[in-house]
């Protein structure tokens, strides 16, 4: 099973909207509404942002969104912020035999 | 609040097993709404399942690590662990371990409390 495909970076300037892909297959992400998506700073443990596809946990902000379409899944982040700059990992359910697959993350830069 | 606070030794021998503890605290690992799982992210790279158990003792694992893992749950202790056999210098990583939901249909989820990781070096 391979990893989930991310761009590698993407960046954009304050209040600015900013999207990240995760494109995987019909076997993961195109066949489950199942993928979470995970911010993560430097030397820190991930964060849940967005699971099942688009529903945020408690105290998660608003201007993280998650959508799909086909075998791909995207987050959105609005209105960006210095403190959104990290890591963001896609993951997918991906049936009883694999369990899961992640994403190979993306790098976000405020400017 | 539930906490999860990984243990172990953080220096591991070439061809020797690697074993970790995950400690669950504020809460029981005891309960059907959860699995529990191991997820490492070698340095400066990307995360990597490596498989889950629910409390009864069922276990899910990666593929691609299955024939060198083993993970089992003491729900005495309110503890998990975590075993990976013959190591090389490519399981040095950062190891997490972390709560997993189950959906209302019993899927398995997301990965919504983590530890905050142990480092594990491979070297002689």
């Known amino acids: 099973q391979s990893a989930l495909t991310q761009p590698a970076s993407v960046s954009g300037s304050p209040g600015q909207s900013i999207t990240i892909s995760c494109t995987g297959t019909s076997s993961d992400v195109g066949s489950y509404n199942l993928v979470s998506w995970y911010q993560q700073h430097p030397g820190k443990a991930p964060k849940l942002m967005i699971y099942e596809g688009s529903k945020r946990p408690s105290g998660v902000s608003n201007r993280f969104s998650g959508s799909k379409s086909g075998n791909t899944a995207s987050l959105t982040i609005s209105g960006l912020q210095a403190e959104d700059e990290a890591d963001y990992y896609c993951?997918?359910?991906?049936?009883?035999?694999?369990?899961?697959?992640f994403g190979t993350g993306t790098k976000v830069t405020v400017l | 609040q539930l906490q999860l606070q990984e243990s172990g030794p953080g220096l591991v021998k070439p061809s020797e097993t690697l074993s970790l503890t995950c400690t669950v605290s504020?809460?029981?690992?005891?309960?059907?709404?959860?699995?529990w799982g191991w997820i490492r992210q070698p340095p400066g790279k990307g995360l990597e399942w490596i498989g889950s158990?629910?409390?009864?003792?069922?276990?899910y694992y990666n593929p691609s690590l299955k024939s060198r893992v083993t993970i089992s749950v003491d729900t005495s202790k309110n503890q998990f662990s975590l075993k990976l056999s013959s190591v090389t210098a490519a399981d040095t990583a950062v190891y997490y371990c972390a709560r997993l939901c189950i959906t209302i249909f019993g899927a398995p989820d997301n990965f919504d409390l983590w530890g905050r990781g142990t480092l594990v070096t491979v070297s002689s």
């Open positions: 504020g809460g029981s690992i005891s309960s059907s709404s959860y699995y």
């Open positions: 158990i629910y409390y009864s003792g069922s276990t």
């Open positions: 993951c997918s359910y991906a049936g009883s035999s694999t369990l899961y697959v």
